[in-house]
């Protein structure tokens, strides 16, 4: 406790949600130290803005401090040195969501939360963009965009608010108006230590959440939504009463809507999905759902997701060069995200590796083999998906590239097209992430880009 009788709150890390959890306890007037382990360049300049504040900066080991009431972290994992030293100490832990819940000012706007392991952000900016088409005061925020600690405070109508498996592991109270999970497959799990905590980890969305909005195509969604009364699914497939879902070329609501069992409101055409695949056309009709839960009325569905521009490295067309198609999907760092983009093409020169992350790739290929003309495999897990290709794709040609250095992908991309034919797709969709050779995967993206420019101005 400090002389005003507050309990000193320990702040982990000087990142954007680190520094904007210190920034809003000391404009609260709570004393707050930080401690950071890197006194970079990013790190000292955040930390000069916050001393300035009357917050207290601790760089080098990452050590709990003494009187410390309550510790904050930003997504780090419970066997940390500094989160167990807490947790052994008795000390509370929250995430920076659930403070930014707790810290929230009455009237707050609602929260339409959404966590998956893949589409996150594509769904919460789809969303987004649906709500400020129906003239709602909205922002995306969470594990994309604004830290919510600080949106709680503007004055928004309503929040879509994106939650990695990381933060919901720390939030307990977290009651948002309307919750969905788009999906759950293997990710993540060096850090959760198992499947079945990674999930435990997702399903606390769900917990106090007003509505329950999911994945009725994926098992493990609808099994986790399957105990709560008046669950809204989204499907590929006609829609029961209850759903949102796809009739002909139409997406459609027969959940709300006066009378499920008789009506169906159409919110928007297959056309107005873009990029157009399969599992974009589910991330649309989870937006869908979440904004209905607000009374958001189907033409601001339809006119949102015309106006949605899709974030880079996402299924992302580069140019076309003799006829083939260079697609850029690096974002797809785990086997199911990769899956998705896989089934959006039917012939495909694959370009795959970097860190599976413990995933197998097994089921990924056999599903995929049929479309795969070739592959082209990087990366230091690039010989778990050769042995996939070996048992499930022996008939197509696959090139393993050596080297751990970024400017690999110029050969990489070489290879590539010297493997396609007219008419087929060259897909950047590596299943595992990319920390091995690129700072982070938006990185590997654009070297993928600039070696398809280079490609192009040399044919």
Not at 216 to 241: K, N, Q, Y
Request: net charge negative; with cysteine; hydrophobic share 50%.
């Amino acid at each position: 406790m400090d002389a005003q009788g507050m309990s000193l709150t320990c702040v982990a890390g000087l990142g954007v949600s680190g520094t904007a959890v210190a920034r809003v306890l000391a404009a609260r007037g709570e004393p707050v130290v930080v401690v950071e382990a890197e006194e970079g360049e990013r790190q000292r300049v955040a930390a000069a803005e916050l001393a300035r504040r009357g917050v207290e900066i601790r760089f080098g080991p990452m050590e709990l401090p003494e009187g410390v009431g309550r510790l904050v972290t930003t997504g780090w994992a419970p066997h940390h040195p500094l989160i167990a030293a807490a947790l052994e100490a008795g000390v509370e832990v929250v995430g920076e969501v659930e403070l930014a819940w707790r810290l929230r000012p009455a009237q707050a706007a609602p929260w339409l939360a959404l966590t998956g392991t893949n589409g996150k952000t594509t769904v919460v900016r789809m969303l987004t963009s649906i709500l400020l088409a129906a003239g709602r005061q909205a922002a995306a925020v969470g594990n994309v965009g604004v830290p919510v600690i600080e949106a709680v405070g503007e004055p928004y109508d309503v929040l879509a608010v994106e939650l990695s498996s990381f933060q919901l592991h720390w939030s307990s109270t977290l009651a948002p108006h309307a919750a969905a999970i788009l999906n759950v497959a293997p990710d993540h799990l060096d850090w959760h230590g198992s499947m079945e905590a990674y999930t435990a980890a997702k399903a606390r969305i769900f917990e106090r959440a007003g509505t329950v909005v999911y994945n009725a195509d994926d098992p493990e969604a609808a099994r986790l939504a399957g105990p709560r009364p008046g669950a809204v699914g989204f499907t590929l497939l006609v829609p029961r009463p209850g759903q949102l879902g796809v009739v002909e070329d139409l997406l459609v609501d027969r959940a709300f809507v006066d009378d499920p069992v008789e009506e169906a409101e159409e919110l928007a055409t297959l056309g107005d999905v873009h990029p157009f695949a399969p599992h974009n056309v589910a991330n649309a009709l989870a937006a869908a759902a979440l904004a209905r839960t607000v009374g958001v009325p189907a033409a601001a569905v339809r006119q949102g997701l015309r106006d949605f521009v899709p974030d880079p490295h996402r299924m992302s067309l580069v140019d076309r060069v003799g006829e083939v198609d260079y697609v850029d999907d690096s974002k797809a760092t785990n086997p199911h995200a990769a899956a998705a983009a896989l089934s959006a093409y039917p012939s495909i020169v694959w370009i795959a590796g970097g860190q599976l992350k413990g995933a197998d790739v097994d089921e990924l290929v056999r599903r995929a083999a049929p479309r795969l003309r070739g592959a082209v495999l990087l990366g230091v897990d690039r010989g778990r998906i050769a042995e996939a290709l070996a048992r499930h794709a022996a008939n197509i040609p696959v090139v393993d590239i050596s080297g751990q250095d970024t400017g690999v992908m110029n050969h990489v991309v070489s290879e590539a097209a010297r493997l396609a034919s007219p008419g087929d797709t060259v897909l950047l969709s590596p299943a595992g992430a990319s920390l091995d050779m690129f700072a982070n995967y938006p990185a590997r993206g654009e070297a993928f880009a600039r070696a398809v420019r280079e490609l192009k101005a040399a044919t």
